[in-house]
């Protein structure tokens, strides 16, 4: 490969993790919608956080399309971190899309007018907010580019997917007592869900990070 193709490559990679920075902080907004959107009950900050994961969809295909074009001679360590690249991508692409179900699933409770229960709606705001800090904690290696967010990440994330499956088998245990409507128990499981796959995005976004920013 010669010295100018090696320039457009590294041109490409700079490109890609500003790129890939940008789609990262956008989806911590508008997770934090989607969060005030359920906290407050405003229809309009559930509406925003879509619109934004609508545009993510674009973005990831316009980011993976300019790196594909710039890598095509690429080889070596240049490929590893392309794949890397185009993995994390679409990694934050699906953040978007999970937020996104996750707004859904708040608009139809709104709409039907059904209430989670006092302690099971302090559930989702306070696992809510434990996801926001790994993502949170994730962007921030990404945009400083410093160390190896793997293993801190990982490990958090294990911590909030442990959480979330303890609530989600105590709330199907509630379910089966009859303590719960069965309605308004599907949407709660539904949202935990939607959080469960958030935080296995974020997760593999940070093992996949070194690659790129090597």
């Given at each position: 490969m010669g010295e100018?193709?090696?320039g457009k490559i590294q041109d490409s990679m700079e490109r890609a993790r500003g790129?890939?920075?940008?789609?990262?902080?956008?989806?911590e907004e508008m997770f934090r919608l989607a969060g005030d959107g359920f906290a407050r009950f405003r229809m309009e900050s559930l509406q925003a956080a879509k619109g934004r994961?609508?545009?993510?969809?674009?973005e990831a295909v316009r980011l993976t399309a300019a790196l594909v074009e710039g890598h095509e001679k690429g080889a070596g360590e240049e490929s590893r971190a392309l794949r890397a690249s185009i993995g994390v991508i679409h990694q934050i692409k699906l953040i978007g899309d999970s937020i996104i179900d996750f707004c859904?699933?708040?608009l139809v409770q709104m709409r039907?007018?059904?209430?989670l229960s006092d302690a099971a709606f302090e559930e989702i705001i306070t696992l809510h907010g434990k996801?926001?800090?790994?993502?949170?904690?994730?962007i921030r290696c990404i945009r400083e580019?410093?160390?190896?967010?793997?293993q801190s990440i990982g490990q958090k994330g294990l911590e909030v997917q442990r959480l979330l499956d303890n609530s989600r088998a105590e709330h199907e245990k509630r379910l089966i007592s009859g303590a719960c409507e069965v309605r308004s128990s599907v949407l709660f499981m539904d949202m935990i869900e939607a959080l469960n796959r958030i935080t296995g995005h974020v997760v593999r976004i940070a093992k996949a990070w070194p690659a790129i920013g090597a």
């Amino acid at each position: 490969m010669g010295e100018g193709e090696g320039g457009k490559i590294q041109d490409s990679m700079e490109r890609a993790r500003g790129g890939i920075c940008a789609m990262a902080e956008s989806a911590e907004e508008m997770f934090r919608l989607a969060g005030d959107g359920f906290a407050r009950f405003r229809m309009e900050s559930l509406q925003a956080a879509k619109g934004r994961g609508n545009a993510m969809g674009s973005e990831a295909v316009r980011l993976t399309a300019a790196l594909v074009e710039g890598h095509e001679k690429g080889a070596g360590e240049e490929s590893r971190a392309l794949r890397a690249s185009i993995g994390v991508i679409h990694q934050i692409k699906l953040i978007g899309d999970s937020i996104i179900d996750f707004c859904d699933t708040v608009l139809v409770q709104m709409r039907e007018g059904l209430l989670l229960s006092d302690a099971a709606f302090e559930e989702i705001i306070t696992l809510h907010g434990k996801v926001v800090s790994i993502m949170q904690e994730s962007i921030r290696c990404i945009r400083e580019d410093k160390g190896d967010p793997a293993q801190s990440i990982g490990q958090k994330g294990l911590e909030v997917q442990r959480l979330l499956d303890n609530s989600r088998a105590e709330h199907e245990k509630r379910l089966i007592s009859g303590a719960c409507e069965v309605r308004s128990s599907v949407l709660f499981m539904d949202m935990i869900e939607a959080l469960n796959r958030i935080t296995g995005h974020v997760v593999r976004i940070a093992k996949a990070w070194p690659a790129i920013g090597a």
